[in-house]
T-cell receptor
Framework: ETGVTQSPTHLIKTRGQQVTLRCSSQ?????VSWYQQALGQGPQFIFQ???????GRGNFPPRFSGLQFPNYSSELNVNALELDDSALYLC?????????????????FGEGSRLTVL | AQKITQTQPGMFVQEKEAVTLDCTYDTSDPSYGLFWYKQPSSGEMIFLIY??????QNATEGRYSLNFQKARKSANLVISASQLGDSAMYFCAMREGRKGGSEKLVFGKGTKLTVNP
């Protein structure tokens, strides 16, 4: 186990609704990244949070937003849900440093939140 | 253009045999990192092995080794002595990004490995 926990594990929403997904990062990690994994695809980067601010964003519309809290936990919010938002949403924590020797910047992933939009 | 290409949608291997999963990548950044992750049906991405672009030797982690051919831009994963528990999706990923800045992983589409008894 990685120590990264996500909730809820499964949820079903209807088109147009809003959803909030939550992530608790591994102890000692200060950075959280969110990825969307559609069925049969590899994960795609949504955004990253460091020190409670967005620190990089992938090709996702503004209705995808996030927060990071002082304890480094994080939320992913998606407004105006669309059918194509159905996916596994993965949270990953890491330690953001100036890439010390031996630090791979490895991401530790949670088990994900599986969202179905009807 | 795809940055990570995994050309094998599915692979089969007999238990106790070795298997190679292919991965090619594309980047103009001289500093990058290559990762392999395993994803069982539970959904969690499990880190297997890492290779830095400046590393002189191929990475090894137990039964996993990475065949890194920089000039060919390939980073194939070799699993030796396959076990039934190795059956899963395998993803190759590349990290790009400047030091101290946002670093994201770009994933390939994955290879589904099935280990037969």
């Amino acid at each position: 186990e990685t120590g990264v926990t996500q909730s809820p594990t499964h949820l079903i929403k209807t088109r147009g609704q809003q959803v909030t997904l939550r992530c608790s990062s591994q102890s000692g990690h200060n950075t959280v990244s969110w990825y969307q994994q559609a069925l049969g695809q590899g994960p795609q980067f949504i955004f990253q949070y460091y020190r409670e601010e967005e620190n990089g964003r992938g090709n996702f519309p503004p209705r995808f937003s996030g927060l990071q809290f002082p304890n480094y936990s994080s939320e992913l919010n998606v407004n105006a849900l669309e059918l194509d938002d159905s996916a596994l949403y993965l949270c990953a924590s890491s330690l953001h440093t100036l890439r010390l020797a031996g630090n791979t910047g490895e991401l530790f992933f949670g088990e994900g939140s599986r969202l179905t939009v009807l | 253009a795809q940055k990570i290409t995994q050309t094998q949608p599915g692979m089969f291997v007999q238990e106790k045999e070795a298997v190679t999963l292919d991965c090619t990548y594309d980047t103009s950044d001289p500093s990058y990192g290559l990762f392999w992750y395993k994803q069982p049906s539970s959904g969690e991405m499990i880190f297997l092995i890492y290779q830095g672009s400046y590393d002189q030797q191929n990475a090894t982690e137990g039964r996993y080794s990475l065949n890194f051919q920089k000039a060919r831009k390939s980073a194939n994963l070799v699993i030796s002595a396959s076990q039934l528990g190795d059956s899963a999706m395998y993803f190759c990923a590349m990290r790009e990004g400047r030091k101290g800045g946002s670093e994201k992983l770009v994933f390939g589409k994955g290879t589904k490995l099935t280990v037969n008894p």
